[in-house]
């Protein structure tokens, strides 16, 4: 460390006045060893990277993903990024920006003490985790200013697309339903569930005597979302239900009578009202996705190109 205060008392000297030495690598990994910064990464024109800013950001991002754990090619992955983001331009953020994502970073945590404990664990501060959230934003404005040309998707390249992967883009069967529904979630007590049991039976009852669906589902169904109206879920796929509930209403015909089934989350009596069968998509109907699909691929081909380009301007020091 004495060769090393030493080394630095003589670039103070007036050696950094130098631009051509400031880009030297041992001018920063003696730099770094007088900062307790680690070892050098990197340089990035005139700035080291250090296994500290390393550290650091990787602690950002496992505060931000709500995790503790990494592993290695996590970690080169993240040195790429650090690196790469010292190579952006240094165009100013604004602080309603960045005060924004922080804002939006907190409001994942039940309230103030617990997003305080969580940074406090993780080593990152506000003022650090604030500076990170405007890096961000900065390099991701630069980047897509100067990518925005080339994912601009046009109407030839969507038929295209259109009609080589026809086959992917279908409509599924969606069914229009009403429930009338009584909460028994699993791991009710034994108690409970023979009180749903007793109820739905009832219901079942009502329901064979002539009662309206929907004001009986107004009157007994606890779920708040469609008791109001009628219990109707209006249309639904696969995807939007429970397996077992959506399977049963599958077997059910448009306005036949209702069906009783318990799913894990509770009892129902269901009916299907209307049914949309599964039918290919137009190409109006597909071009948003389609559109999405084309603009993720350029973007992922350019920012690989841009990064690259990036590297260019980097000297790496340690691989």
């Known amino acids: 460390m004495k060769n090393a205060l030493l080394a630095l008392i003589a670039i103070g000297a007036g050696a950094l006045a130098s631009d051509w030495l400031a880009r030297v690598p041992v001018v920063h990994e003696v730099a770094g060893q007088v900062f307790q910064r680690g070892k050098l990464i990197a340089l990035v024109g005139q700035r080291g990277v250090f296994e500290a800013d390393l550290g650091a950001r990787l602690r950002e991002k496992q505060f931000c993903a709500g995790r503790e754990d990494s592993d290695e090619a996590e970690r080169v992955a993240l040195r790429e990024e650090l690196i790469a983001g010292e190579a952006l331009p240094t165009n100013a953020v604004t602080t309603n920006e ?71 883009f279908m409509q599924p069967i969606r069914i229009r339903a009403r429930h009338i529904f009584l909460a028994a979630p699993e791991g009710s007590t034994p108690e409970l569930i023979q009180t749903k049991q007793r109820t739905i039976l009832d219901i079942a009852v009502r329901l064979g005597r002539g009662e ?48 009783f089934l318990q799913s894990h989350l509770g009892f129902h009596a269901l009916q299907v009202t209307d049914v949309h069968p599964a039918r290919p998509l137009t190409l109006a ?17 350019v920012v690989a190109a841009l990064e690259s380009e990036l590297a260019q301007r980097t000297r790496f020091v340690v691989k």
């Open 212 to 259: 309206d669906f929907g004001e009986l589902a107004a009157a007994v169904s606890e779920d708040e979302a469609s008791k109001t109206h009628g219990g109707d879920l209006g249309f639904f796929a696969a995807s939007r239900m429970p397996a077992e509930f959506f399977e049963a209403a599958e077997q059910l015909l448009p306005n036949a009578p209702p069906r």
């Open 98 to 168: 960045s005060e924004r994502a922080l804002v939006a970073l907190r409001n994942q945590f039940a309230d103030d003490r617990q997003f305080r404990v969580a940074l406090q664990h993780s080593g990152v501060s506000q003022r650090t985790l604030r500076r990170a959230l405007a890096g961000a934003i900065r390099g991701e404005a630069w980047i897509e200013n100067q990518i925005a040309a080339q994912v601009v998707v046009s109407d030839a390249e969507i038929q295209n697309y259109f009609e080589q992967h026809q086959a992917e």
């Open 285 to 301: 109907e597909a071009t948003p996705e389609i559109s999405a699909r084309i603009a993720a691929e350029k973007r992922r081909r």
